[in-house]
């Protein structure tokens, strides 16, 4: 029976640890299977050496320090609220993509791209580097530079900067892995390092002088 309990124990420790790993091979090889269109044994076996390649690869980078020292590795995240913000997170692009459209084609182009900056609360480097490409992913905004806990971001007009740095999506990124975290608490110290339409009155103001 001890034997029994110890086994269960050392099985339940393994899968506790790997959990992540285990559930990133599975989504891999369901996003496989489901690109592919092939269920026979020769595309599942390479389906499955191409999923074993890049977990390995990704268990190898999580051992990578960044250029400040620091491990991209955290506390484990939350499973279902990470399925949950991919979900958001894609409707965030879909939605962003359409705005970036309608303001490319509208006849005055009515934008007005600014370089922002604010500091981050989120717990660990692997949530900063979610929330950087996050940033990224979606249309009008771009991860320009994070360096400790300052994140520097171009945007595309105001109400994207206003978006951004009402600390909604670094809150999502946050919950991923704490079990509170308010938007209010997430993101200080903003700063508008430059806004093109400053410049440009700027520059007008020197003209008309």
């Keep these: 029976m001890a034997q029994s309990s110890g086994s269960e124990q050392v099985q339940t420790g393994f899968f506790k640890k790997y959990k992540a790993v285990i559930l990133q091979a599975l989504l891999l090889m369901a996003l496989w299977l489901v690109l592919s269109g092939h269920f026979d044994l020769e595309h599942i076996i390479y389906g499955a050496l191409s999923v074993l390649l890049v977990v390995w690869l990704n268990y190898r980078i999580s051992f990578v320090p960044m250029s400040n020292g620091e491990q991209v590795v955290g506390s484990n995240v939350i499973v279902h609220r990470m399925i949950l913000y991919l979900f958001w997170l894609l409707w965030q692009i879909v939605k962003s993509g359409t705005f970036v459209a309608y303001l490319t084609l509208h006849p005055k182009m009515p934008i007005n791209p600014m370089i922002v900056r604010f500091r981050s609360k989120l717990p660990n480097p692997l949530a900063k580097v979610i929330l950087g490409n ?76």
């Design 134 to 209: 996050s940033i990224t992913l979606t249309p009008g905004t771009l991860t320009v530079d994070i360096k400790d806990d300052f994140f520097t971001v171009h945007a595309l007009i105001k109400d994207m900067e206003e978006e951004l740095v009402s600390g909604d999506m670094e809150a999502r990124v946050g919950r991923l892995y704490l079990n509170k975290c308010t938007p209010e608490e997430m993101c200080t110290d903003i700063s508008i390092l430059e806004s093109s339409l400053e410049i440009r009155k700027s520059v007008s103001r020197r003209d008309r002088k």
